[in-house]
């Protein structure tokens, strides 16, 4: 039968068949379905021989495609005259289309990323998360979903890892089974392989936004209001430390960057990262980024080293990316000691938390602090404590604006100013209505912003309760 025909005659099949046979990581024909989800079914035959000249193509390369003496394109032109060859040594004929498909789909699956590329073009893709070769789910408008896409093995799985990590000079074997890498487009990549992973190789990306989320785009979401938006302005101008916590993913980064625009252009910014994320317009700005150990474990900058590196650097403001461990300490002493206006993000689920984490990490320095030395340098380091978190509907919200106050006993006071409404209740597309509403504190700090010229917004203290007060006291009058 030729092969025209028998690509009919498959469709055909498929299309009758009611029940698809269960999807096998090393069954070829998933090849197909792994590229083409939603549109007609692929063919037997051509799966098979995309997949054996792959594999062939892979032989012949062997550690050659991994060698980052070459650039990308004469690694391109190595692979396409390689492939060139094996497609002519094939007996199947095959139309100029076929060929032309065949050879796109391989090159892009031996140069890409393979069943990946697609969601890495797909800018409504925030997310993508490999669990196994045949199980990838990934996040769209804040919803996590899974989708039909399939590595044929894992084998095919561990190539697309190594590419990635190749690129940026990186190894991942028994050895080093888990690193951390980034995509030319700023994305970020995790990958671990067995034997730390149970059940094959798993890769999780994290796309890097063409744009990144502005103040006004927050707004539009719902995430701040206008009123936290002053508020906030007001606070990072008045040179408050400020903490984002919230959960993984919660957007943290994307709202510390949105803080890092209300500095003023006139001060000199240090900011340290793991892999640069954040999005800084201003002129006088530094930016570094830590480095992981090399393959002999030795070479290690971490984020420790940097935050004590810039106090030398005639530092205005410091912005951390994220406080994971013993930095803790030396930034708490650097907002203590004349570094006010530092910005930082953390993991913790409540402001509370975000505090008590805090306090885990300055132990993690391994100073042997009394609890209640740290707590106390907590309470006179951090301002503000703002809280993010992912909703049940998809969205991402600032949740909390707490206020750190003083030490009152073994506690350090803190005082919500904005919390976000739940009582308000979720639309019919369930979709929470709330939004960031006053609590009616007075932040201990308003006099300190005042006495540097900083309004606050009227919001910040329940005015509209006060004018309805004042309403009733007239009308009583
Ligand atoms: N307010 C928001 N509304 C909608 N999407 C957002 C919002 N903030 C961030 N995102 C998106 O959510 C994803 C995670 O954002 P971000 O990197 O800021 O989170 P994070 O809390 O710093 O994550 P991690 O814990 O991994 O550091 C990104 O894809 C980003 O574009
Ligand atoms: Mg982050």
Request: glycine share 8%; hydrophobic share 40%.
């Amino acid at each position: 039968m030729k092969l025209g025909e028998r690509l009919k005659q498959v469709e055909v099949e498929e299309a009758s068949s009611s029940t698809r046979p269960q999807l096998v990581s090393n069954d070829p024909a998933a090849w197909g379905r792994a590229h083409a989800p939603a549109g007609p079914r692929s063919v037997d035959a051509l799966d098979d021989l995309k997949q054996r000249t792959q594999q062939a193509l892979f032989a012949r390369l062997g550690s050659r495609l991994y060698d980052s003496s070459l650039d990308a394109d004469a690694l391109h032109t190595m692979v396409m005259d390689e492939l060139e060859e094996l497609m002519a040594e094939e007996e199947i004929p095959l139309t100029v289309e076929e060929r032309q498909r065949i050879v796109a789909e391989i090159s892009q699956d031996v140069l890409g990323y393979g069943p990946l590329e697609r969601y890495l073009a797909d800018p409504s893709v925030t997310e993508i998360m490999v669990n196994t070769a045949d199980s990838i789910y990934i996040e769209r408008d804040g919803k996590i979903v899974p989708t039909p896409s399939r590595f044929f093995s894992d084998e095919h799985l561990r190539r697309a890892i190594e590419r990635i990590v190749s690129q940026v000079g990186r190894r991942i074997d028994e050895s080093s089974p888990m690193v951390d890498a980034r995509l030319a487009d700023g994305s970020r990549v995790n990958a671990i392989i067995p034997p730390l992973s149970v059940d094959g190789p798993m890769l999780t990306i994290r796309k890097f936004s063409r744009k990144a989320l502005s103040t006004d785009d927050l707004v539009a979401i719902g995430t701040l209001t206008p009123d936290t938006v002053e508020f906030l302005s007001a606070c990072v101008n008045g040179r408050l430390n400020v903490l984002v916590s919230g959960g993984t993913g919660a957007g943290k980064t994307t709202l510390l960057n949105v803080l890092s625009s209300f500095i003023p252009e006139d001060e000199r910014i240090v900011t340290i990262e793991d892999s640069v994320e954040l999005r800084m317009h201003q002129e006088h700005l530094v930016r570094l980024e830590s480095r992981p150990p090399n393959i002999e474990g030795k070479g290690q900058v971490a984020i420790r080293d940097l935050v004590r590196n810039s106090l030398r650097m005639r530092p205005d403001r410091i912005i951390v990316g994220e406080v994971r461990g013993g930095e803790a300490l030396d930034m708490l002493q650097a907002m203590n000691t004349g570094h006010d206006g530092s910005l930082s993000t953390l993991h913790a689920n409540s402001p509370r938390d975000a505090l008590s984490r805090l306090e885990t990490m300055v132990l993690m320095a391994g100073m042997d602090l009394p609890v209640r030395a740290i707590r106390e340098q907590i309470a006179s380091a951090i301002d503000l404590v703002v809280h993010m978190s992912r909703l049940r509907d998809g969205t991402r919200r600032v949740t909390h604006v707490s206020e750190v106050g003083y030490m009152e006993g073994e506690v350090i006071s803190l005082s919500d100013i904005y919390l976000f409404d739940y009582g308000a209740g979720i639309d019919d597309r369930g979709r929470f209505i709330g939004t960031m509403k006053p609590t009616g504190l007075r932040p201990a700090f308003s006099d300190k912003l005042e006495q540097l010229g900083i309004a606050l917004p009227a919001g910040v203290f329940g005015v509209d309760d006060a004018v309805a007060l004042l309403e009733e006291m007239r009308n009583y009058r």
